[in-house]
Nanobody
Framework: QVQLVESGGGLVQAGGSLRLSCAAS????????MGWFRQAPGKEREFVAA????????YYANSVKGRFTISRDNAKNTVYLQMNSLKPEDTAVYYC????????????????????WGRGTQVTVSS
């Protein structure tokens, strides 16, 4: 049974930092590209960042580029999202997801291409 478990969310002031983790089990982690998505109240889920199966390539939404960094440790079956210079508009539930189309980089932006999802972790940024 595949499980993705996010952790590291919380309440932080604007300008602060958080590091999210997503621990994966029940799948061959290095066979998957990994992504982070977020959903704010009343809004659709949106792409945040993705990382290739090897960790050699990363992809970001324009809204987080330069502030967020995605990384992975295939030995630990874990993907991370370092979030710096947080803004109130970053407030959302953050989800990690696994994408089996590891060579199809365009699919990394499309949540419909991800097979497995975590339950999410809340990030709240106060002004």
């Amino acid at each position: 049974q595949v499980q993705l478990v996010e952790s590291g969310g919380g309440l932080v002031q604007a300008g602060g930092s958080l590091r999210l983790s997503c621990a994966a089990s029940g799948l061959t982690f290095s066979n998957y590209a990994m992504g982070w998505f977020r959903q704010a109240p009343g809004k659709e889920r949106e792409f945040v960042a993705a990382i290739s199966w090897s960790g050699g390539s990363t992809y970001y939404a324009n809204s987080v580029k330069g502030r967020f960094t995605i990384s992975r440790d295939n030995a630990k079956n874990t993907v991370y999202l370092q979030m710096n210079s947080l803004k109130p508009e970053d407030t959302a539930v953050y989800y990690c997801a696994a994408n089996p189309l590891r060579y199809h980089t365009r699919s990394y932006y499309d949540d419909n291409k991800y097979d497995y999802w975590g339950r999410g972790t809340q990030v709240t940024v106060s002004s």
